[in-house]
């Protein structure tokens, strides 16, 4: 793998000094729909973020090679919630040029999620599944464990997951599921997170797994596990106060957002994007940036880099 172009390599490729990413993925996590559109918690409309993600992705130009949503897709697994996410999410996707990958989480029904957003038979066994972009491998893992909210991983598909692995993929492999391998200080949430993580961690040690991506904390969070890059997204419908009073759990009504990956050769970048409709504060119109794109790379540096000098106070 490359590492960082050269200065003199840099004008071909722009302003930027690694190129355009091989692969760009958008990360959702957490809609938790409700059948016959009802309010999670009487509160929370989920509809509402997910449509203005997509809205913001729309109008961005951005136009991501895969979508992935890691887990608790609906609230309680009911048939209408994954009937209406489908009906929002694949003509976005379309629109987009995007596929879908569906993650289990602890509020889905394996069963339902096959039978409504995979068009399966309905099956109990874990919903695993193996896709490629290109040279990039996806591996979506299921950690739901039928009537609890922690996360685990059968000796049968962590059997898979070294099966799928033992042959590298070109451009290495991220994996996505829904309890991710980390530490979270918040109260109660340790209970529920993966258990037993050492198993998994010897499945990957020394594979070509890049990238970690879950969900199931509802808020955004990076650290690692067994050498490996983990990004959690936030949730869509609403957040934890992760700097809440001492010893109390909530969630509130902001926050949201998703996660845009880019994938390089040598590196894999998360970005976190907030849903809404926010106020602009300053911006750089379309001419302005075409006009410091147009010139090399030392004009881009003088015109755009250089600090405009101070304003000498009038004397006298």
């Known amino acids: 793998m490359c590492g960082v172009l050269s200065p003199a390599s840099a004008t071909l490729v722009g302003m930027s000094q690694y190129g355009e990413p091989l692969h ?13 559109r009802g309010r999670l918690y009487g509160k929370v409309d989920t509809d509402v973020t997910l449509v ?10 951005i136009r991501p090679e895969a979508i992935v949503f890691t887990g608790d897709i609906a609230d309680l697994g009911e048939v209408d919630a994954y009937q209406r996410i489908r009906s929002i999410v694949e003509p976005a996707a379309q629109s987009l040029g ?3 990958l569906w ?30 972009l290109g040279g990039l491998r996806l591996i979506a893992l299921d950690t739901s464990v039928p009537g609890f909210h922690h996360g685990e991983l059968s000796i049968d598909q962590l059997a898979w997951l070294r099966a ?6 070109p451009e290495g492999t991220i994996v996505a599921l829904h309890h991710p391998p980390i530490p979270t200080t918040i109260p109660l949430m340790p209970i529920l997170e993966l258990q037993r993580q050492h198993e998994l961690a010897a499945a990957i040690e020394g594979t070509d797994v890049r990238a970690i991506i ?10 690692t596990f067994a050498g490996v890059p983990v990004s959690v997204a936030a949730a869509t419908c609403y957040t934890m106060d992760v700097a809440g009073p001492r010893g109390e759990l909530r969630g509130l009504g902001g926050g949201q957002s998703f996660t845009l990956v880019h994938v390089y050769e040598d590196r894999i970048v998360h970005s976190i994007v907030p849903i809404g409709e926010l106020p602009v504060v300053n911006t750089f119109p379309r001419d302005f940036v075409a006009g410091i794109e147009s010139l090399s790379a030392d004009g881009q540096l003088d015109a755009f880099s250089r600090q405009v000098p101070p304003i000498s106070p009038p004397q006298g």
Do not use: C, K, W
């Open 24 to 36: 760009t993925i958008i990360h959702i996590s957490d809609t938790h729909f409700l059948a016959d």
């Open 52 to 61: 203005q993600a997509f809205r913001q992705l729309e109008e961005s130009g």
């Open 98 to 100: 995007a596929r879908v």
């Open 103 to 132: 993650v289990m989480g602890n509020h889905d029904d394996r069963a339902r999620l096959r039978t409504e957003l995979l068009d399966e038979e309905p099956l109990t066994d874990p919903v695993v599944t193996s896709i490629r």
């Open 164 to 169: 799928e692995l033992a042959q590298p993929a």
């Open 214 to 223: 879950g969900g199931h904390l509802h808020y955004s969070t990076t650290s």
